[in-house]
Every structure is written in C-alpha cells, then in structure tokens.
C-alpha cells in the first residue's frame, strides 16, 4: 500500500508535495499520442551532419562529406550528391527566397544554390571550419558558425559576401536565431550561450550553463522566449533567454548532436545516439519543462529535422564501427545507413 498523503507530507514537506502536484499536472495536460519509428527509408553510405527540411517544396536536406544529399519526401527518391561541396555540414534556407547556403567545413567556404534546381549561383569565404548556420529573417542574413576559428560570418546570400565577422571565442557548434535580430550560440569549449545582436555585430552577454559538457545542438521557443541546448554528457539544458536562468536540467541520453523543436506542438526533440532514443520535452514559459516521453528509434540516430506539414521527424542514422585513422569520428558500417521516420501512432 502506498503512504497517505498525510504521511508523505509529513515526511517530504508541503512544499516538495505541491512540486509533485504541479508536475502531474503539466503531464496530465499533455498529449497522449505516443511517438514511435513508422519507416525506414535505405539511402547510401557515408558520413552525415545537419538535416533540414523544405516542408513547402517537400523537400529534405542533409549535409555530407562530397556534397548536399537531398530526398524527396513524397516519392522518397534520394540524390546522393545533389549540390557539390567540400565536406558540408549542412543547409539552411535563405527565408522565401528559394535559395539555400551549404557550409563546406573544409574549404572554408559557403555554398549558395537554388532550391529548386540545385543550381549553384555563388560561394563566399568565411571563417575557419563553418560547420552550422542559421537564417535570421529579421536581417534577412545566414549567420556561420565558423567551428575552429571562433566567429560567426554574416553571409548576404543575394549579394554573395559576408557583411559582418563577429568574434565569439572558443569552439562554435550550433546557433539558433531569436527575436529582433539577437541569435544564440553553444560555445562548447566554454559551457555557455553566447547571446549576439546581428545588427550591432557583437556578443552582448553570455549565458553558462552549469553542468554541461560540450553543448552542440540548439533551439529556440520564440513563443516563450527559452533557449535550450543538449549536452554531450547526456541532459539538455532549458533556459529563460532573457536573463539565462535554469528552469531545468533533464537527462536526455548521450550521443545527441542536434535538437529539433516543434513550435506549433510546443514539444522538444533531443535524439540520443548511444542509446537509441528520442526524448520529448514539453515546453511552456508558466510550468517547468517535463520529459513526457522516451521513445525508442535506433543507435547513431544523434540529430534531424522536422516536417512541419505533417508533423514527422526524419533522422538519419547508421551503425557505427571504430574511427579509422586520421578521421577521429566513429566509421560508418556499410550498407547500413537509412532515415528514420519517426511520427506519432
């Protein structure tokens, strides 16, 4: 039999029991549906990075060592090597515009090409190792993670020239755009946001995140103003953006390398490769954020991108086998690369 409320107040405080109830609330609140893997769709091998998704044009992108690999998501019929590149991290689409910047972390380069035809129309220069980006539609700009080198290039995609070089320190992962201009950075290197005004070309301040090893993927909840970011020590950070403060600190897995965010569900993704799962985190600005899910997926799915007509996730992933030298990462076992639809029942 369990212990009488009476009891468990007396032993746990009233105030621990009211965080108790609160808790069950938010998870009462939430949407039954769970969420579970609906298909697999085999592609070729290789190495991967970031995907994103043209719900519009049913489109989706995923950066690779020899270039952008896109699927269709309708047919399902996959170009291994759509547009050229030099080891790409991934594709960002440049707002309604219909092109789209690919980040090429070793030449050091961006690639700028149109969405509908995969016609390449420029690269720009930018810093050392550009590895994520980030369309800001308030200075209608791509922001560049320059990895290695410490900065974020602002890329005119229309102009085909970086117009600002802002200097943040340390090693740069991924970036998620805010209101009015602002964007915010996981520094890995230092366990901390690094919060940037686009238009005054500068860091304004910086959120640490305690408890966190090498933050990489980021997302913003612009409907509530919160940052989170995912550690590789296995828990996800949510913050207030204003002011930086913890609402909470959720384990989430290990092996995750990017985090997706469904605004209209209000619901956070965090994939965790090691383990093969995909928690789910709902989010609101009046209650704490709950874990309200664990769903299974596959090893080595670590990151992915959301449809957001149909409310799918797609994650890639493989079977991984031991680096092989120089490459220091993990190596992909053949004939074992696919992408995961992950949707709920």
Known sequence: MGMRFRDCTARLGLAAVLAMLATSAV???QPSTHFAVLDRIPGPDGGWDYATIDAAARRLYLGRDAG???MDLETRNITA???PGEGVHGATLVGDTGLVVSTNGDSNTVTVF???TNKVVGTVKVGKNPDASVYDPTTRLVAVMNHSGGTVS???PAKLKVVRTIVVGGELEAGAAGLHGELFVNVASRHQVAVLSLSAGKV???MNLQGCEDPSGIAYDA?????AS???NGVTKILRAKDGHELASLKTGFGSDGLIYDQSRKLLFVPAAKEGTLSVIALSANKPPVLVETAKTAPGARLGALDTRTGRLYLPMAKLGPPIPPDPWPSVVPNTFAILVVGPQ
Do not use: F, I
């Open 114 to 116: 149109e969405g509908a």
């Open 230 to 232: 995912v550690c590789a």
């Open 204 to 206: 304004q301040r910086r």
């Open 81 to 83: 090597v759509a547009v």
């Open 27 to 29: 998870l009462a609140q």
């Open 154 to 156: 602002l890329v005119d």
């Open 68 to 70: 952008v690999l896109t």
């Open 223 to 227: 409907g509530d103003d919160l940052v």
